[in-house]
């Protein structure tokens, strides 16, 4: 689990939250999950549901003019460890080249410590988000052509 090479800020969130017990690491993700950025709720209507997870979420990803990656998620205040897990993915991809999400391990909760701290249903929800962004993201780059 160490191995795994993440972007930046994801490889630094991955060590803070395995140096904390349990406990502290499901009270660090439900912070950061305050952190997720807002999105408007008229903006939704072509963003993607993720129906393996729980609660409604739904997400968004784009290619900006430089074709960098914008991800947008959006998970109600009641599921805070899958805001968490949402509002890392964010911080970790967002801006960065598509590379950064095409390379992330296809089990993200489970290199970020999070395999027994959540529910098998939630678990495979984060990573059905983290799958279906990175489908996303690969239509939206063949949209795009080369580069």
């Given at each position: 689990?160490?191995?795994?090479?993440?972007?930046?800020?994801?490889?630094?969130?991955?060590?803070?939250?395995?140096?904390?017990?349990?406990?502290?690491?499901?009270?660090?993700l439900a912070?950061?999950?305050?952190?997720?950025?807002?999105?408007?709720?008229?903006?939704?209507?072509?963003?993607?549901?993720?129906?393996?997870?729980?609660?409604?979420?739904?997400?968004?990803?784009?290619?900006?003019?430089?074709?960098?990656?914008?991800?947008?998620?959006?998970?109600?205040?009641?599921?805070?460890?899958?805001?968490?897990?949402a509002s890392?993915?964010?911080?970790?991809?967002?801006?960065?080249?598509?590379e950064a999400?095409?390379?992330?391990?296809?089990?993200?909760?489970?290199?970020?410590?999070?395999?027994?701290?959540?529910?098998?249903?939630?678990?495979?929800?984060?990573?059905?988000?983290?799958?279906?962004?990175?489908?996303?993201?690969?239509?939206?780059?063949?949209?795009?052509?080369?580069?």
């Amino acid at each position: 689990m160490h191995d795994v090479t993440l972007p930046e800020s994801l490889d630094l969130l991955r060590e803070e939250l395995l140096e904390v017990s349990p406990r502290d690491r499901l009270e660090l993700l439900a912070e950061i999950g305050a952190e997720l950025p807002g999105v408007d709720p008229g903006d939704t209507e072509s963003f993607e549901r993720v129906i393996e997870c729980q609660s409604p979420v739904f997400f968004d990803v784009t290619l900006t003019p430089e074709r960098r990656v914008h991800l947008r998620i959006s998970v109600p205040p009641g599921a805070p460890m899958t805001r968490g897990f949402a509002s890392a993915l964010v911080q970790g991809v967002d801006g960065q080249e598509p590379e950064a999400l095409l390379r992330l391990p296809e089990d993200l909760p489970s290199a970020l410590g999070l395999t027994d701290l959540v529910s098998p249903l939630r678990r495979s929800g984060m990573v059905a988000l983290q799958a279906r962004a990175k489908r996303q993201l690969l239509e939206r780059l063949s949209a795009a052509g080369p580069s």
